[in-house]
Nanobody, 128 residues
Framework: QENLVESGGGSVQAGGSLRLSCVVS????????LGWFRQFPAKPREGIAA???????SYATSVRGRFTISKDSAKNTLYLQMNSLQPEDTYTYYC??????????????????????RGQGTQVTVSS
C-alpha cells in the first residue's frame, strides 16, 4: 500500500503552470509536517516547500512567489501549484511527510528531503 502518491506532472512550456497533487494515507496525513522536494539526477535533493499541521508555511527562495503549497484535509491531499515555470524547474518532484519534526518557521522546507515518508515522484519538464 502506497502511503503518498503524487500526480500532475508533465511537460509544459516556460511560463506555464502545473498543479501537483499528493494523496496521503490518513495516518500519514496527520503528520506534523507535509512538504515537497525535488531532485535532478546526480544532484542533491532540494526542499522547496513545507506546511505544518497548523498551516504554517515556508518556501525556498527559488520558488517563493511562484509556487503555492496547500492541503485539503477532506481529501487527505497535498498540493503544489506551480506558476511561471522555467526550464530550471525541470526536476522529479516528491511529496513527503514527517511526524516528528517541528515544521514551523521560515526554513522548515529545507528538511523536506529528510522527511520520514515520501512518494514515488512525478516528473516535471519545462521547455524554453
Amino acid at each position: 500500500q502506497e502511503n503518498l502518491v503524487e500526480s500532475g506532472g508533465g511537460s509544459v512550456q516556460a511560463g506555464g503552470s502545473l498543479r501537483l497533487s499528493c494523496v496521503v494515507s490518513e495516518h500519514i496525513y496527520r503528520s506534523r509536517c507535509l512538504g515537497w522536494f525535488r531532485q535532478f539526477p546526480a544532484k542533491p535533493r532540494e526542499g522547496i516547500a513545507a506546511i505544518d499541521k497548523g498551516g504554517d508555511i515556508s518556501y525556498a527562495t527559488s520558488v517563493r512567489g511562484r509556487f503555492t503549497i496547500s492541503k485539503d484535509s477532506a481529501k487527505n491531499t497535498l498540493y503544489l501549484q506551480m506558476n511561471s515555470l522555467q526550464p530550471e524547474d525541470t526536476y522529479t518532484y516528491y511529496c513527503a511527510a514527517d511526524d516528528e519534526w517541528d515544521c514551523s518557521g521560515n526554513y522548515a522546507y529545507i528538511r523536506a528531503p529528510l522527511f520520514k515518508f515520501r512518494g514515488q515522484g512525478t516528473q516535471v519538464t519545462v521547455s524554453s
